[in-house]
């Protein structure tokens, strides 16, 4: 099923790639916002398989020919990715008791933090497309954190398929 959507959208990608050479990427910048989201699913399932993060040269060449990512594509992809290892930490956490790791030790919540303090290191740009991402991915990070450490402190008192309340405790100020 992924094979074949993902021969739809290169089939559809391949279609409008002789508008989007040279300078009249420019056009599009809006419309192609998709691209982040293809990134975010190409990333997530590029984890799944090999738990490390897609290289913007390894995205690139899953782009059909004529369709050039930007490195906003890729930065913005990557930021939406931070939301779906949090969903998938939490449903995995909540279906096996624990959170599922590697061999190593290595597992979800360790990834998403150094990812994570990587994304910390980048400038900021000034705009509020990227501090609203950089804030989803923050808040993305924090829940990961909470369900991992509310594992460890009280991981045997909880029963299979318990899932914390991930309500984000730095809500809105009461006005009163």
């Not at 293809?38 to 390894?58: G, M």
């Not at 290191?121 to 990070?141: F, I, W």
């Not at 509310?150 to 309340?165: Q, T």
Request: glycine content about 8%.
């Amino acid at each position: 099923d992924i094979s074949t959507r993902l021969s739809e959208i290169k089939a559809l990608l391949e279609s409008i790639a002789p508008d989007l050479t040279s300078i009249n990427r420019h056009r599009y910048t809006w419309p192609l916002r998709c691209l982040e989201e293809l990134i975010e699913a190409l990333s997530f399932r590029h984890y799944l398989c090999h738990q490390r993060l897609i290289t913007p040269e390894e995205a690139q060449a899953c782009m059909p020919a004529g369709i050039e990512l930007t490195a906003q594509d890729y930065l913005y992809g990557i930021f939406d990715l931070f939301g779906e290892l949090m969903r998938f930490a939490t449903v995995t956490t909540a279906q096996n008791g624990a959170m599922l790791g590697g061999p190593d030790g290595r597992n979800i919540l360790g990834d998403i933090q150094e990812l994570g303090c990587a994304f910390e290191l980048l400038r900021e740009v000034p705009t509020k497309d990227y501090r609203s991402k950089m804030e989803a991915a923050r808040q993305s990070v924090r829940k990961v954190e909470k369900l991992g450490y509310g594992l460890v402190v009280r991981g045997s008192e909880r029963p299979k398929g318990w899932v914390p309340d991930m309500k984000d405790d730095e809500g809105a100020v009461s006005p009163v």
